[in-house]
């Protein structure tokens, strides 16, 4: 079946969201080699995006970046009222951990990143914003599977499950991982050590909307070497702040 005109475009647009350009601006040869499609193709899409406001060129360099009318619907997308209460709760958390911090909600079998406040000694600005991530071996996708029973957990992770993966904490089995969530359940947070990527530990905890039911998660993430040690106490923090976060969406009227 071929590609409708809106699922073009919409490759085009996700396309943006790929690390590794500062200020997230693209050449058309490197959105053409992302989408997979000629170079003159593509360079008509964003010429028609740009007309739109969705996109907008950098004149000198000749780049494109994602334009401010794009950014302004995507303020209205997902649960706004999360996001708005749960940005202050993270820039709280980076005062005390010194560490960056996250709000991750789940899309499909993946974690998605869609929130993140900055640590001064964050070596990498802005990279984890859009991350799409597998559900058994993040503490992000632990977290948010905490209500799940069995066999949902198993629909959602058993793909992911049979690659191999080089990171030697994450779980190789089933039954490894449903043993791992249900004692992370038990104490309320999840620890990923070494798990997605060596080096690198993240602590999460589920952020529960007004009718007690995971809406998100927060996340704690650094270089292991300065947070394996202070992963519960880490863990205390994040469940205090999700608590406030939750009593901030009861008192919402909307």
Request: net charge positive.
């Amino acid at each position: 079946m071929s590609e409708s005109t809106a699922e073009r475009v919409a490759a085009l647009l996700l396309a943006f969201e790929n690390p590794g350009q500062a200020g997230g601006e693209h050449s058309v040869g490197e959105l053409a080699r992302a989408v997979g499609r000629e170079r003159s193709q593509v360079s008509r899409m964003l010429k028609a995006l740009a007309r739109s406001g969705l996109v907008e060129q950098d004149a000198d360099r000749r780049t494109y970046r994602l334009g401010w009318n794009l950014r302004i619907l995507s303020t209205g997308a997902g649960n706004y009222p999360l996001v708005q209460a749960t940005r202050p709760a993270l820039q709280a958390l980076v005062a005390k951990t010194g560490e960056v911090a996250l709000l991750s909600v789940q899309e499909g079998k993946r974690s998605l990143t869609v929130l993140r406040e900055e640590s001064q000694q964050s070596l990498q600005a802005g990279g984890w914003v859009g991350r799409r991530s597998p559900m058994h071996c993040t503490a992000s996708g632990r977290a948010l599977m905490f209500d799940f029973d069995a066999e949902l957990i198993e629909t959602l992770t058993v793909d992911d499950l049979s690659i191999p993966t080089s990171a030697p904490g994450a779980p190789k089995d089933l039954a490894t991982l449903l043993q791992r969530i249900d004692l992370e359940r038990a104490r309320g947070y999840s620890v990923a050590s070494e798990e997605v990527e060596i080096g690198l530990t993240s602590v999460a905890t589920p952020v529960r909307d007004r009718l007690g039911h995971i809406a998100g998660v927060l996340n704690v993430s650094a270089p292991t070497s300065r947070i394996i040690t202070r992963t519960d106490a880490i863990g205390q923090l994040l469940i205090s702040a999700s608590r406030a976060i939750t009593q901030n969406l009861k008192s919402r009227r909307n």
